[in-house]
């Protein structure tokens, strides 16, 4: 297939063009110049998903098969004080992908997150369950969400959760650098996630563009864990001594709201028939180790 790459620099957008440059023709989109983990003979096209007759023009002349946007402004925190950049990324650039997809009915496959929920239910999302959004961030994403199944008719919605990788900061980046430089950790217990690591989030999302199965997924490492335990199992695995305090969501005072509970259940993935991806802990020390962390 040819296949456009929003975010192709990014975290998750490296690790796809290496899952897929194999048997697939790609083209690459980002604002970003291209990482060290990208060939430099690799199609790129630097553009902005904000500029909506700008990316229409060269998207629609492409006329890719699928069109997979990873591109985001993720900063949670700073989505409170930016919330116009929040949605004019998130949910307006969303909206000129899908347009653009809408143009030759391409295929979109739109990376969402587990913050479009409160996290008030205690157990694990379903792809069932009703969206409710606190954070800016959170609304952003949803309206990202809507706007792919307003105007389009095939497309897949992929919510995750935890992301963690080597092309981006992410928490495990930022625990491992903190106790490196000797400081103790302060991290939040009363919230839960479910770690996932973009290589495996690639692989799974390799597999689901080979299908018709369209609508939304949840993809996640598989397990649990509070972000408390998620430092602790960093630590462990790069056996460093290392003071963990574990404080409260109300403790830390952070601009976002977060979901105390966004634990995503992969229900769809498991009834369609897909293996479950492995649990978050084999993936984490995976990591680790192969990126010499």
């Known amino acids: 297939m040819r296949i ?9 957008g490296v690790d796809l063009v290496n899952e ?9 989109v980002d604002i970003k110049p291209l990482p060290s983990g990208i060939s430099k003979s690799m199609q790129f096209i630097k553009i902005d998903i904000t500029d909506g007759s700008g990316f229409f023009k060269k998207a629609t002349s492409i006329n890719p098969d699928i069109v997979i946007h990873t591109a985001a402004y993720t900063d949670v925190d700073g989505s409170e004080s930016n919330a116009d950049t929040a949605f ?15 143009r030759f009915d391409t295929v979109m496959l739109y990376i969402s997150t587990d913050y479009v929920f409160n996290g008030e239910k205690k157990e ?37 959760s935890g992301v963690f990788g080597k092309n981006g900061r992410n928490f495990v980046s930022t625990i491992i650098d903190s106790a490196r430089k000797g400081k103790g950790l302060r991290v939040v217990n009363d919230q839960f996630t479910a770690p996932t690591y973009t290589r495996d989030l690639a692989g799974a999302i390799k597999k689901l563009i080979n299908t018709d199965q369209y609508g939304i997924w949840h993809v996640t490492n598989g397990g649990s864990c509070s972000w408390c335990e998620f430092a602790e199992e960093i630590i462990k695995n790069i056996n460093i001594k290392t003071s963990i305090e574990a404080i409260s969501t109300e403790a ?23 293996t479950p991806l492995r649990n978050w802990k084999n993936s984490l020390k995976e990591f680790i180790e192969k990126e010499s962390l």
Not at 90 to 101: D, E, F, M, Y
Not at 128 to 144: A, E, I, N
């Open 124 to 160: 694990p999302y379903t792809e069932l369950d009703s969206p409710d959004p606190r954070s800016v961030y959170g609304k952003s994403k949803y309206w990202g969400e809507l706007y792919v199944q307003q105007l389009l008719n095939k497309f897949y919605i992929v919510r995750t």
């Open 88 to 102: 004019r990324v998130n949910a307006i650039g969303t909206r000129n992908v899908a347009l653009a997809c809408q």
């Open 252 to 274: 830390i005072n952070r601009p976002a709201k977060r979901p105390e509970y966004s634990v995503l259940d992969n229900y769809l993935w498991r009834l369609q028939g897909f």
């Open 4 to 12: 456009l790459i929003t975010g192709a620099c990014g975290m998750l």
């Open 20 to 28: 897929l440059a194999e048997q697939h023709e790609l083209l690459l």
